[in-house]
């Protein structure tokens, strides 16, 4: 029997603003029969947990009971089996996406042991948290880019958790690499990267040096921003180039009649390609989990490399009003 004792942990007691986010002592939960409880190195802070805690429901995950702790993506040790469950879980250093099933701010986390994976030797929990979510985001969209040699690749937020490993993977394939960034800063991380050309978007020059640079047009835009960044960048495509939509943090994208006419026109095609596109496109009876995997060796095998922004977890608060400001860059990931 697995004794009751107390943890740290983030909670949250009411929607609203990042301050209602509380470092408190709390209950240390205890694992159900088939799952494990794991002592907690690092968890992941996703743009999504931003809106939940805000009592905003975006698809794919439902609003959370409240009180609640957030987070969705842990990284540590199996420190506690549950009725059941195989012992040769205990002990080993093991990362999991807890799916619609909070808990990850917090000394420790309870998980199905079916969705475990054991963190591959030379990666830190950090960098495993990052791969089991963004990673397998980031492969799964490019299931939908078939890039190679001859590929433009036109990448907003290029500094961010994605943006970063879109980069990467695109200079391994050959493309070539426009990488878009907010400021000096980011833009230089985005050069440190691969990027052939790395364009501040707050710079409204950015535009006309992509044409002197690519006057034949970008073939692939991942857009995570939408808003005018995407408006623009849109008039940026070669013909028969597609657009890949996997976010808005830019705000919404509202063409005009002339403009949808003109990317008919110009055979643009404009995908969504999360949800059920990007699960379908596995073909495969667990997607998630192929996807986590491939994430995971792709990390391991040192060709995808997350850029990281780490906090203590007293400080969540801190890195969600940062996350929402864009003040951070690459995944974001609070260390107990």
Known sequence: MIAMTTMRAIRLHAFGPAENLSYELTDTPVPAPGQVRIAVAAAGVHLLDTSLR???????????????????????????????????????????????????YAQYA?????????????LDPAEAVAMIGTGRTTLGIL???????DSVALIPAAAGGI?????????????????????????????????????????????????????????????????????????LLAPGARHLVFGWSGGPLHLTDAERADLDARAITTQSVLGPAMLQRVGAPDPLRVLETRALAEAA?????????????????TAHRDLETRATTGKVVLEP
């Not at 609003?63 to 040790?77: F, K």
């Not at 309870?110 to 030379?122: M, Q, S, T």
Request: aromatic share 4%; hydrophobic share 45%; net charge negative.
């Open 163 to 235: 943006g970063t490993l879109l980069v990467q993977y695109a200079v391994n394939a050959g493309a070539s690499v426009i990488a878009l960034a907010g400021g000096p800063a980011k833009t230089a991380r985005a050069a440190a990267n691969g990027a052939h050309l790395a364009l501040d978007y707050t710079d409204p020059g950015w535009a006309d040096a992509v044409r002197a640079h690519h006057p034949g047009g970008a073939t692939v835009l991942f857009d995570s921003v939408g808003g005018e960044t995407a408006r623009t960048a849109l008039g």
């Open 301 to 317: 095998a040192g060709r995808l490399r997350p850029a990281l922004t780490r906090y203590p977890l007293a400080e969540a608060a």
């Open 143 to 149: 299931q939908f880019a078939d890039l190679g040699p």
């Open 54 to 104: 805000q009592g905003i429901q975006g698809p794919p995950a439902p609003l959370p009971e409240l009180p609640t702790i957030p987070g969705r993506e842990v990284a540590g040790t199996v420190d506690a089996l549950g009725p059941g469950t195989d012992p040769a879980w205990l002990g080993r250093t093991v990362v999991v996406h807890l799916g619609f099933a909070p808990g990850g």
């Open 110 to 122: 309870v998980a199905d042991a079916d969705r475990l994976h054991p963190v591959p030797p030379g």
